[in-house]
Structures are given as structure tokens and as C-alpha cells.
């Protein structure tokens, strides 16, 4: 299956969040060009280690050696290059947004119509075109034009503040939750804007903010509630209301959670602690809430004499929510994973053959069945010839002299 087969998307996308926007899209069956700066390409390329033929190193061996962040963020896009700042790059530029459905861009805000290639730019030669922009702040408002990646989007949102140990200092997520959450949002709003089209005929222009995006995530918990009442908003690995975190069995952590009056009861009931069920500290959410930290310590008594594995048997036996507190050496070695297509082999297209690594699948069955893999990533300008010649009549003369040209 390939929902997305029949459209085709033109990116200008560099780093993270746009790259994840495109692949996602890629990965949905979308064609999907990614331009790509003559001779530089995506600033993420010559970010090691490199991966080719002959396996993993820290440096570029050869053209053919692709950066394993690239290989990981830009499977199944095609690569051109052009040089958006030439009279001959816009034309080509444009010739190709006018058969695109979607056109997407992250970079700096008014980079695009600086160039002569911003959303009315495209929408004068392909009226029915969707075009989003991602950005750290949005296209408009105060800090529209600060430079932003997402540790600063992270600070600026408020997200760090709510991230880290109660006594600690605000932490940052330890992945880059703002270049991915973010792109998920526009790929939602993309589908719903090619659904507006079909009833109206109409293109849309989207303005996807990272700090929108994280701000909105947050303030869907109750954190105004929560400071009002002095509850501490940064709470580690255990929660603002009650004895949902992590315990420390004896060879190992792991993560319960009692989020109801009836999970607790049964929380009790497999710990052996019957008796906490009436324990006028505990007995209703609202109190046990109040009392959050003696309730994690009567629970911590009981799961300290256990292993890792007594305490997860008998919890699971109780029905308890729980979960071992697992590295990322486990994850990957989980057949889990590759039984679902959520891990699969890293390709490099370059050479199409498997790198000794790999990426996430796309996270989501249709019809119980995983999305086709889709190919490795491309190196540097490898569907020129392809896509030139294909959508904007450039035959073999002509793609040398615009090489000669530095347009591509």
C-alpha cells in the first residue's frame, strides 16, 4: 500500500524537521525531490560518521560514503541540486513546483521569497499548490526572525522548564522532540488542506511553528492548575499526582503506573499491601495526590526486595501498568521491532545495498501489514538527469552546460 502514490512534493528542506516532513511523506508513497545546494547539499552531509560500501567510518571515503544522519533522515526522497539564486534555478525551480501538489520549505523565515519562490510566487503558475513552512517561531510575530533549532525551541517553549528532577535544574528532552513532533503536525495539516482542495480547488499556504507546536503539546496538561497549588511541575520520573514513576527493584528499574483509584487498588493488592487500599492517605486520587511521595515510598518499600523480573510478574499478574526501564541496546536487539517493521536496515542508495545499521520504520500498520520500504537515500544530485529531464525538458546538452553554469 502506498496511500500517497499520486502525489509528488518538492522540498527545500535541510537538517531535521523539514527532512522528517519530506521522508514521512516519502515513506507514504509520496515522489518526493528534495533541492538540494550544488557541491554542499543538506548541512547534515558532512555530518559523520559516513557510511559505504565497505562499512561505517568517521570520514567521507568517497562521494558514494553518505552520512549516516543523512541516510537516516532522507529515505525514499530523490536528490537535485540547483542553484536557487540563478535566473536558470528559479525557472527550473518553478517549472517543477507547477506539477508539484505539495511544496515544502524550512528554511530561514522569508528565505523563500527572498528568492523569488515563496507561496505566491508558486501559486501564480500552480494555483492548487500546498505549500508549508516550518520554523522555530513562525513566519510572523516578535521572534519570527531569531535563529532557532530546537534546543532553543525547547527553552523558548517552556518545555525545559517542565522537564528534570524537582530539585534539579530545567533539562532538556534528550532527542530532538521539536524537529519531530512539529513535522507531524504539518504532515496532518497538509492531508487536511489536500482535502480542502478537492472540495474547493483552492491551494492553502501553512505556517507550522515549532514553538506552537511544543507550547500546544504542553498546555494540554493541567499545569496552571497544577502551579496554583504549588505542585512542583518538574517532576523527574514520577508524576505531579500521584504514585504513577519509576521504582528501583534490586537489579533494575522499572515504571508502574496507578493513575486511578482502581489501578492503586490493584497496585496494592499485587505488592501484598492490602492495607494502603484504606489508608485515609491514600484512599481517594485527590489525597493520595496530596500525599504523592509517601505513597512512592510505602510502594518503593515493597518493590526494593524484589528483581526486576518478581516485581514485573507480579504486577502483571495484577494487572498493573508496567514496564522495565530499558536501553537503547535493548530496544534494538527487541524482535519486537523488526516482527512490526518498526526497525528495519539503513539503505544507502548510492550503491543500493544495506549498511550495517538501522532506522525506524514507519510507525504505523495498514491492514496489519507494514508500508513497503522505500529506497535508501540518495547521494548528491543523483536524480538530476532523472527529474530535470522528466518534468522540465532538459536533455543531456543541456544538463552539462548548466553543471558548467553552476546552476546545478
Not at 5 to 29: E, K, N
Not at 71 to 79: C, Y
Not at 105 to 117: K, V, Y
Not at 157 to 172: F, K, Q, V
Request: aromatic residues 6%; charged residues 25%.
Amino acid at each position: 500500500m502506498q496511500p500517497l502514490s499520486d502525489l509528488r512534493v518538492l522540498a527545500v528542506t535541510v537538517f531535521l524537521a523539514g527532512p522528517f516532513l519530506s521522508m514521512t511523506l516519502a515513506r507514504l508513497g509520496a515522489e518526493v525531490i528534495k533541492v538540494e545546494i550544488p557541491g554542499r547539499g543538506d548541512p547534515v552531509r558532512g555530518n559523520g560518521p559516513f557510511a559505504g560500501p565497505d562499512g561505517i567510518f568517521p570520514e567521507q571515503r568517497s562521494e558514494e560514503y553518505i552520512a549516516t544522519r543523512f541516510l537516516k533522515r532522507s529515505q525514499g526522497v530523490k536528490s537535485v541540486t540547483l542553484n536557487l539564486r540563478s535566473a536558470r534555478g528559479r525557472e527550473l525551480f518553478l517549472e517543477m513546483a507547477r506539477q508539484s501538489d505539495i511544496v515544502l520549505e524550512n528554511l530561514a523565515p522569508g528565505s523563500m521569497t527572498r528568492l523569488g519562490l515563496g507561496y505566491d510566487d508558486v501559486a501564480a503558475v500552480n494555483p492548487g499548490v500546498i505549500y508549508a513552512s516550518i520554523s522555530g517561531y513562525g513566519q510572523t510575530g516578535p521572534y519570527a526572525h531569531q535563529p532557532a533549532h530546537d534546543p532553543q525551541i525547547q527553552g523558548m517553549s517552556g518545555l525545559m522548564d517542565i522537564n528534570g528532577e524537582p530539585d534539579g535544574p530545567p533539562t532538556r528532552v534528550g532527542f530532538y522532540i521539536g524537529d519531530l513532533v512539529t513535522p507531524m503536525f504539518a504532515a496532518t495539516s497538509i492531508l487536511a488542506a489536500l482535502r480542502e482542495k478537492e472540495r474547493t480547488g483552492k491551494g492553502s499556504y501553512l505556517d507550522v511553528s515549532m514553538m506552537d507546536t511544543l507550547t500546544s503539546l504542553m498546555l494540554m496538561e493541567n499545569l496552571e492548575e497544577d502551579m496554583a497549588a504549588g505542585i512542583p511541575l518538574r517532576t523527574g520520573n514520577n508524576s505531579r499526582s500521584g504514585p504513577t514513576g519509576q521504582y528501583n527493584a534490586s537489579d533494575g528499574a522499572i515504571i508502574i503506573t496507578a493513575a486511578s483509584d482502581d489501578q492503586w487498588r490493584r497496585l496494592c493488592n499485587a505488592i501484598g499491601t492490602p492495607d494502603l487500599i484504606e489508608d485515609e492517605r491514600f484512599a481517594r486520587y485527590q489525597v493520595r495526590s496530596e500525599n504523592a511521595g509517601a505513597a512512592r515510598t510505602e510502594v518503593q518499600k515493597r518493590i526494593g526486595k524484589m528483581t526486576r523480573a518478581e516485581a514485573l510478574e507480579c504486577l502483571s499478574a495484577g494487572d498493573v501498568p508496567c514496564a522495565p526501564v530499558r536501553t537503547v541496546s535493548e530496544i534494538l536487539a527487541d524482535p519486537h521491532f523488526r516482527d512490526r517493521g518498526a526497525l528495519r536496515p539503513m539503505l544507502n542508495a548510492t550503491f543500493d545495498d544495506e549498511v550495517d545499521e538501522v532506522v525506524a520504520g514507519f510507525p504505523v500498520l495498514f491492514d496489519g501489514q507494514p508500508l513497503p520500504d522505500v529506497p535508501g537515500a540518495p547521494s548528491l544530485g543523483m536524480h538530476n538527469a532523472d527529474v530535470f529531464g522528466e518534468l522540465c525538458g532538459v536533455d543531456a546538452a543541456e544538463l552539462e552546460r548548466l553543471r558548467a553554469d553552476g546552476v546545478i
